[in-house]
């Protein structure tokens, strides 16, 4: 074996006996439980139609340079200095309405080969993969609009990102970023931009700084409450908030004006007060799973509100008469969660 780990041959995956024997040199009873095995790991090299396949397995730490090898690899073989005997089956890029995308999503992979700008990419889907920052190729690709880097261990915000002209939406949740250090105020074709699943206790303020920020994703993080909203957040016509700890709906509600779909579900909310009627262009509240007691009458004031679902555990039926009353073309749906619990427990 190479002193690197990495066994190139020429024999195909499925020309190897099936029985596997390992030893160590100086421990010919190593414990292979100890091994771990990452059997038939395979990477399509993108720009071409090969393929490589391999058997990996390491005792401990990461695989992530044999799997950069493998990249290598490829560009090697996109450059014709080398071959596969394996042809990409199922192409990662493929086309639907609105043009090219690329989808290798829970690939495990650590790196991308070269020459991606060739192709006329809208959408790169990379989620779930052991990307540690996002991938050098991401850049040149002048014709991106989405890119989904979510489920990926990128501690770093890719400041760079701003030089992707044409960004719509991106995607950085469940990563490790927790701060955004760079303006943003450049990507001005940026609508959509999530970073939940990030367990924020903060709002990183320079994302204030995208001018035409319209649908923003915060759910699934440690917010305790709205206080990082101010005037600069005035487009947003998408918020949401759900499985956070925010505890009241507070009067920066002024600046969401615009706000078309509200989502707060699994909070620790327990009024719907006055200021509610600040959304005066909202479609669609999704408050459930909080302990809601009161709801403001000025609820009645949010005349294109569409559709309602919460939870009624603490609401009389003179509440929800009353809310009947305030919201009659609303579709109103209640959630008792102690009938859920219950549910959840059979």
């Not at 250090?181 to 450049?186: F, N, V």
């Not at 719907?272 to 999704?286: A, C, F, G, Q, R």
């Not at 579709?331 to 219950?342: C, G, S």
Request: charged share 25%; aromatic share 8%.
């Amino acid at each position: 074996m190479p002193d690197d780990g990495v066994l190139i041959t020429s024999t195909k995956m499925e020309d190897i006996p099936n029985t596997i024997r390992c030893a160590y040199a100086n421990n010919p009873e190593f414990d292979d439980t100890r091994i771990n095995w990452e059997p038939n790991f395979g990477i399509d090299c993108i720009v071409c139609d090969s393929r490589i396949e391999t058997w990996l397995f390491n005792t401990g730490g990461e695989v992530s340079t044999v799997k950069d090898v493998m990249t290598s690899l490829c560009n090697e073989i996109a450059s014709r200095k080398k071959t596969s005997a394996y042809k990409t089956i199922n192409p990662v890029i493929q086309t639907d309405s609105r043009g090219q995308y690329l989808w290798l999503n829970s690939n495990s992979l650590t790196s991308l080969p070269n020459g991606l700008e060739k192709f006329n990419l809208y959408k790169v889907i990379l989620s779930g993969n052991m990307f540690k920052e996002v991938p050098e190729q991401i850049f040149r690709i002048k014709s991106l609009e989405d890119l989904i880097m979510a489920d990926n261990p990128i501690n770093k915000f890719p400041c760079k990102i701003t030089q992707i002209k044409y960004l719509k939406s991106v995607s950085f949740a469940k990563t490790g970023i927790k701060q955004v250090d760079c303006d943003l105020s450049q990507l001005d074709s940026l609508e959509h931009f999530d970073l939940s699943g990030n367990e924020l206790t903060l709002f990183p303020e320079l994302i204030k700084t995208i001018p035409k920020l319209t649908w923003l994703s915060l759910n699934d993080n440690q917010l305790s409450d709205l206080s990082f909203i101010d005037g600069r957040l005035r487009k947003l016509e998408i918020l949401y908030l759900y499985n956070n700890k925010i505890k009241n709906i507070s009067t920066e509600t002024i600046f969401l004006g615009n706000l078309k779909e509200l989502l707060l579900f699994d909070n620790e909310i327990e009024r719907i007060p006055d200021n509610i009627s600040d959304l005066k262009n909202l479609e669609k509240l999704e408050i459930w799973n909080n302990p809601i007691k009161y709801i403001s009458p000025k609820i009645s004031q949010l005349k294109n509100l569409k559709s309602i679902r919460i939870d009624d555990d603490y609401l009389t039926q003179k509440d929800k008469d009353n809310l009947k009353k305030w919201l009659p073309n609303c579709e109103i749906n209640y959630q008792t969660r102690n009938e859920k619990l219950l549910e959840l427990q059979k």
